[in-house]
């Protein structure tokens, strides 16, 4: 039984952010390093080899994208809402659930916001943290992707298609 303010399902727009995002994500984590020679070379008050600065402006620019998405994203979701978790799972999986969705909105802010303060206000110490966090998102993202392909295969729930095909406007 759902709440009267507890959707049965995400929105459509909630779904293309949530996609979107995802590949951004997935961008500048996979050409991430390319960003560091550009970095330097400003650093030294050297000119960066054009490659360079194309790779330090789409990871820069994708980056920035992410959090405008984010902020969007977290605003609808704030206003519509959230399908609960299947009754039929446990609490301690609510817990793990809960636990990993607040590291991910902390990351899908953290990440372009570290790495906007280092790029752009030459903060190092952000930088050292965006660096560290790279790694830790990888396995973030990875156990989300797991959980939701687990949800669906062998807990048979319909966690992964809510977040694959919106939900009536109606199914409240």
């Known amino acids: 039984m759902t709440v009267a303010n ?25 050409i991430g390093e390319d960003i560091k020679p550009a970095y330097r070379a400003f650093s030294r008050g050297t000119e960066p080899a054009a490659d360079d600065i194309f790779n330090a402006n789409v990871h820069v620019y994708v980056g ?18 959230v399908p609960a978790a299947p009754s039929e799972e446990s609490a ?9 969705h607040f590291l991910l909105y902390l990351f899908i802010f953290g990440m372009p916001i570290t790495g ?14 965006h660096q560290l966090a790279k790694p830790v998102i990888i396995v973030v993202v990875g156990l989300h992707a797991a ?26």
């Open 92 to 100: 301690v999986l609510k817990r793990i659930a809960a636990a990993t």
């Open 116 to 129: 906007a303060l280092a790029w752009y206000f030459g903060l190092a110490a952000m930088g050292e943290i």
């Open 6 to 30: 507890e959707p049965t399902g995400y929105s459509g727009t909630q779904i293309l952010l949530h996609w979107t995002i995802a590949v951004l994500i997935v961008l500048p984590l996979v």
């Open 147 to 172: 959980a939701a392909l687990w949800q669906h295969f062998y807990m048979k729930s319909d966690v992964l298609m809510r977040m694959l095909r919106p939900a009536s406007r109606h199914a409240r």
């Open 64 to 81: 920035l994208a992410v959090l405008v998405l984010a902020t969007w994203r977290f605003a609808v979701r704030l206003r519509h809402g």
